[in-house]
T-cell receptor
Framework: DAKTTQPPSMDCAEGRAANLPCNHSTISGNEYVYWYRQIHSQGPQYIIHGLKNNETNEMASLIITEDRKSSTLILPHATLRDTAVYYCIVPINNAGNMLTFGGGTRLMVKP | DAEITQSPRHKITETGRQVTLACHQTWNHNNMFWYRQDLGHGLRLIHYSYGVHDTNKGEVSDGYSVSRSNTEDLPLTLESAASSQTSVYFC?????????????FGEGSRLTVL
């Protein structure tokens, strides 16, 4: 299994970049890294995913280290509405690419 | 617009009763999933399906069952509800295929078992 490790909580000032780290040291060569977030009690929302290269979309950027053992999700200009729990997930290839959600990182964006 | 809907959104029941939570998606996705989330915790996978007539157990499947008679629906049944099954239940779907793709989640069903 490619398990992930994330800090349980982080704070960020509004308007600043939020950098959320994730360790996935046992990731296999063909396993993707996915990021989701969950705002309050809503269903989780997909943010971004990547394999080797850095990725960017309208919500965030994903930086994956060259050895692929860790990644960082970057919210370039955090707003109060970005306060949420952020999950870093590596689907399990030998289990039908099942997505398992761990505890995630609770990001608090403060004014 | 295509969507994924869950019903009921809130349900209170008694111990020992049978409860069914509905999940319906209009994207024609092959893969569907049921998760539960307890207060202050992440999501845990209950059951999943990769297509019609296919069902698989997740990490916390005891006391739950699912059936997949068509592409659109994956109902979750609690045969005999227990207080330990009080939780928020999320249904999700994705197209399937090589890349796992994006999971689309419903709004959740809050179940209380008294």
């Amino acid at each position: 299994d490619a398990k992930t490790t994330q800090p349980p909580s982080m704070d960020c000032a509004e308007g600043r970049a939020a950098n959320l780290p994730c360790n996935h040291s046992t990731i296999s060569g063909n396993e993707y890294v996915y990021w989701y977030r969950q705002i309050h009690s809503q269903g989780p929302q997909y943010i971004i995913h990547g394999l080797k290269n850095n990725e960017t979309n309208e919500m965030a950027s994903l930086i994956i280290t060259e050895d692929r053992k860790s990644s960082t999700l970057i919210l370039p200009h955090a707003t109060l509405r970005d306060t949420a729990v952020y999950y870093c997930i590596v689907p399990i290839n030998n289990a039908g690419n099942m997505l398992t959600f761990g505890g995630g990182t609770r990001l608090m964006v403060k004014p | 617009d295509a969507e994924i809907t869950q019903s009921p959104r809130h349900k209170i029941t008694e111990t020992g009763r049978q409860v069914t939570l509905a999940c319906h998606q209009t994207w024609n996705h092959n893969n569907m999933f049921w998760y539960r989330q307890d207060l202050g915790h992440g999501l845990r996978l209950i059951h999943y399906s990769y297509g019609v007539h296919d069902t698989n157990k997740g990490e916390v499947s005891d006391g739950y069952s699912v059936s997949r008679s068509n592409t659109e629906d994956l109902p979750l049944t609690l045969e005999s509800a227990a207080s330990s099954q009080t939780s928020v239940y999320f249904c999700a779907s994705r197209p399937g295929g090589g890349d796992t793709g994006e999971l689309f989640f419903g709004e959740g069903s809050r179940l209380t078992v008294l």
